[in-house]
């Protein structure tokens, strides 16, 4: 069974940084695009990120270009997303996902880890 | 960009009951819109992709249809499992869009 799992969430200072990472199993992870997506406390859901198999290929929601930046290693089966300058509104749950490409969406999703941005 | 309006925001209902939620594109797109279900404290579950295709293992009251620019989610007769957090999402070029969500509420 695919399974998903984030790690590396907390409190961080505004203007701080913080990685996440995001353990794959149970599927070929080499072999999917891959997403971060957020969502603020009371909020809706927020694409954040995109990255295809080899990681040569990564797409960001506007708003973030910039500060943000989307990873992975095959060899570890793990997405990555670099965090910097970060602010209040950052403050989310941040679940990774993996892409049906023949579905144009996420059908695995893991558990999130939440990102708490304050002083 | 493409702008995705869900509603409505609140819906209220009953065991029982069929209930439609609505998705409008702000432009002609094409059926990449899928829909989700998330529970408090859970990651979004996949229902409906491709406007229409019930993803394998979801119950049957759950559909999904399209017409022009509008999405629409039908639950045939709510089970109390249903009562939930919805949104539609659509996928264009790489980029991916969320309506807000309509949260349905037990009456």
């Known amino acids: 069974e695919a399974h998903l799992v984030e790690s590396g969430g907390g409190l961080v200072r505004p203007g701080g940084s913080l990685r996440l990472s995001c353990a794959a199993s149970?599927?070929?992870?080499?072999?999917?695009?891959t997403s971060w997506v957020r969502q603020a406390p009371g909020e809706g859901l927020e694409w954040v990120a995109n990255i295809n198999q080899d990681g040569s290929e990564k797409y960001y929601v506007d708003s973030l270009k910039g500060r943000f930046t989307i990873s992975r290693d095959n060899a570890k089966n793990s997405l990555y997303l670099q965090m910097n300058s970060l602010r209040a509104e950052d403050t989310a749950v941040y679940y990774c996902?993996?892409?049906?490409?023949?579905?144009?969406?996420?059908?695995?999703w893991g558990q999130g880890t939440t990102v708490t941005v304050s002083s | 960009d493409i702008q995705m309006t869900q509603s409505p925001s609140t819906l209220s209902a009953s065991v029982g009951d069929r209930v439609t939620i609505t998705c409008r594109a702000s432009?002609?797109?094409?059926?990449?819109l899928a829909w989700f279900q998330q529970k408090p404290g859970k990651a979004p579950k996949l229902l409906i992709y491709k406007a229409s295709t019930l993803e394998s293992g979801v119950p049957s009251r759950f559909s999904g249809s399209a017409s022009g620019t509008e999405f629409t989610l039908t639950i045939s007769s709510l089970q109390p499992d249903d009562f939930a957090t919805y949104y539609c999402q659509h996928y264009d070029n790489y980029l991916y869009t969320f309506g807000q969500g309509t949260k349905l509420e037990i009456k």
């Open positions: 149970g599927f070929t992870f080499s072999s999917y695009w």
């Open positions: 996902a993996r892409i049906v490409a023949a579905a144009g969406t996420w059908d695995v």
């Open positions: 432009q002609s797109l094409s059926s990449w």
